[in-house]
Every structure is written in C-alpha cells, then in structure tokens.
C-alpha cells in the first residue's frame, strides 16, 4: 500500500521560505518521480514542478522556477518542496502526488497523493 | 505550454443520470497522454483515468475517458452519489504538466 504522508501545515509572514516534507512507503521511491501540485482556495490544480526519485533531476513550472527548489532524501524516502519569498498569493494546500508507472516519453499521471499541507502566508 | 479548457464550468444532473465533461487542448496532446481526477471537498484528488480511456485499478466501469487529439470527454454513465465532485483534466504529454480548470458536478 503506498502512502505518502506529509508535514503539518504552515503560518508564514510574506518574504519568508516555507519547506514541506512528504514521506514515502510501500514502494521503492528510487524508482518513481514525485510532483507538487498546490491548490489556492476554492480555485483548481496547479502543477509546480517534478522531482526524480532516481537521480534527483527536477523540473519547474516556468513562474515558479525561481522561486522554488525541490529535493529528495533517499535514505529516508522523503522529498521536500521549498518555496521561497512567499506571498500572499501562495496561500495554498500543496500536495506532493507520485508517478504511475504508466508514463509518456517526458511525463507521469499522478497516481497517489498526499494529504495536503495548507500554507498560509500572512501578515 | 499545453493550456487545458474544461467544460461546462458546473454541471448540475439528479442521481442515475448520465455526465459529459469535456476537455480541449490548446494543441494536439502527444499520444493522447490525457488523465482524469476526481477531487472531493476536504479530499486530495485521486486519479480515475489515463491514456485518454485506461481506468485505474478499482474505478468503476461507469467512468469511460475517450478523445483524442485535442478533444477529450469523460463520461459518467449513471452519476452515484458518491459521483458528485470537481473533475479536472491534466495532460502529461509534454515535459510540464498542466491541467484544466475543472468542471464541478453538482446535484440538481
């Protein structure tokens, strides 16, 4: 039974960095890639960038791309999504989601998910 | 950037009746590299199909992807209660993922 189970949520002042950890089981993590997707309020998916679980190559949605930094411990199977000089528009539940094994050339559908980590960026 | 539409924005149908959504590409998605999800208030989304047509494992037989090209549909043939939710497109063709606004099914 995968799982990926991540950290709790988040209060943080706008200009600041937040880092959100999602732990993997029941699989082999080196043999996946994991995505972040964050979902503002009431609005839709957004897709943020994707990790290897093999080698750590990453790619990034191009308007976050300098924001964001995406990494993996393989020892522990956990990925980390940190996104820096937050605003109030990053307000989000950010989920970290795995491949399928069913994948194009380039790309996976996500097939398990994480709970969720809501991220407040306040004042 | 592939740019998913979805349509309509909210659909509302009772229990038994039959759901079209659909789902347009900006440009053609390379093999027809289109997934589904089903996301509940409270809920991660969870993935009910991929390749356009294939069902995850344990999604009923009542969900049917189909398309290609740039067009694509997902049908609910009798909408349970449980069926009620925000369904989103994503395509996975390209090297960066995107997806559709949504379409919410609602009970009338």
């Known amino acids: 039974q995968v799982q990926l189970v991540q950290s709790g949520a988040e209060v943080k002042k706008p200009g600041a960095s937040v880092k959100v950890s999602c732990k993997a089981s029941?699989?082999?993590?080196?043999?996946?890639?994991i995505s972040w997707v964050r979902q503002a309020p009431g609005q839709g998916l957004e897709w943020m960038g994707w990790?290897?679980?093999?080698?750590?190559?990453?790619k990034y949605a191009q308007k976050l791309q300098d924001r964001v930094t995406m990494t993996t411990d393989t020892s522990t199977s956990t990925a980390y999504m940190e996104l820096r000089s937050l605003r109030s528009d990053d307000t989000a539940m950010y989920y970290c989601?795995?491949?399928?094994?069913?994948?194009?050339?380039?790309?996976?559908?996500?097939?398990?998910w994480g709970q969720g980590t809501l991220v407040t960026v306040s004042s | 950037e592939i740019v998913l539409t979805q349509s309509p924005g909210t659909l509302s149908l009772s229990p038994g009746e039959r759901a079209t959504l659909s789902c347009r590409a900006s440009?053609?998605?390379?093999?027809?590299?289109l997934a589904w999800y089903q996301q509940k208030p409270g809920q991660a989304p969870r993935l009910l199909i991929y390749?356009?047509?294939s069902r995850v494992t344990g999604i009923p037989d009542r969900f049917t992807g189909s398309g290609s090209g740039t067009d694509f549909t997902l049908t609910i043939s009798r909408l349970e209660p449980e069926d009620f939710a925000v369904y989103y497109c994503?395509?996975?063709?390209?090297?960066?993922?995107?997806f559709g606004p949504g379409t919410k099914v609602d009970i009338k």
């Open positions: 029941g699989d082999t993590f080196t043999s996946y890639g």
């Open positions: 390749g356009t047509s």
């Open positions: 994503q395509q996975y063709g390209s090297s960066l993922l995107t």
């Open positions: 989601a795995r491949d399928h094994k069913y994948c194009s050339s380039t790309s996976c559908p996500l097939r398990y």
């Open positions: 990790i290897s679980g093999y080698n750590g190559n990453t």
């Open positions: 440009q053609s998605v390379t093999s027809n590299y």
